[in-house]
């Protein structure tokens, strides 16, 4: 069954360090791949997007991701977190044909230490 | 550029009563158009979607309905709210078009609904 993984819930992190989020999927091929971010009471802003090509994708506020086919993973970094990166964050999957529907996971909470 | 609008930003409804939220998209034409369900402490929950003019495709059966009366309009309702109705509402936009194009999803600000 095609599905999406996030395994941490929460993640805490000092200000100034780096960080990775994880997202596993499962998926019959090479799907879309997308990270947003969620505000507390806000809606969803896309961060980045993966559909082809160079693996390593290159979002807003500094973020970025790389996709692993062999990890079946497409894991989002910043290399210096700041406070204003405090969210929730969720990695999600497109389908390549058919539907336009998302598989989303299920959320990281980050926790920003100052 | 493409902006999308929902109201009311928030709602407080006693149980048994009617709902309708509505969702309109602006800057673009013939989107596809989501409506999602965040309960609290839980992901995203897709509860429909539309391609068109009166096409709704309904994900989860349950308590609620969705219409799309103008090509970038689309409602959610209810004829009567339950308790496990309270959440947070999305309304999300994709273009029409090429399927990576169309899988690329737009979130409105939300609408947080409380049932009582």
């Known amino acids: 069954a095609q599905s999406v993984t996030q395994p941490d819930i929460h993640i805490t992190v000092s200000e100034g360090a780096s960080l990775e989020l994880r997202c596993n999927y499962s998926y019959g091929a090479t799907p879309y791949l997308f990270w947003y971010v969620q505000s507390p009471g806000q809606g969803l802003q896309l961060l980045l997007k993966y559909f082809s090509g160079d693996t390593l994708v290159q979002g807003i506020k500094g973020f970025e991701a790389e996709f692993k086919r062999s990890q079946s993973s497409f894991n989002l970094r910043k290399p210096s977190v700041h406070w204003s990166d405090a969210a929730e964050y969720f990695c999600a999957v497109g389908h390549t044909s058919g539907t336009y529907k998302y598989i989303f996971g299920t959320g990281t909470r980050l926790k920003v230490l100052a | 550029s493409q902006t999308i609008h929902q109201w009311p930003a928030t709602l407080v409804q006693p149980v048994g009563s009617p709902l309708s939220l509505e969702c309109t998209v602006e800057g673009t034409s013939n989107p596809n158009l989501y409506w999602y369900r965040q309960a609290a402490g839980r992901g995203l929950q897709l509860l429909f979607y539309?391609?068109?003019?009166?096409?709704i495709s309904s994900e989860v059966p349950q308590n609620l309905s969705a219409s799309r009366p103008q090509d970038r309009q689309f409602i959610l309702s209810s004829k009567k709210l339950l308790l496990s109705d309270s959440g947070f509402y999305l309304c999300?936009?994709?273009?029409?078009?090429?399927?990576?194009?169309?899988?690329?999803?737009?979130f409105g600000p939300g609408t947080r609904l409380t049932v009582l």
């Open positions: 539309s391609v068109g003019i009166g096409q």
């Open positions: 999300a936009w994709s273009q029409r078009g090429p399927v990576a194009r169309a899988n690329t999803q737009y």
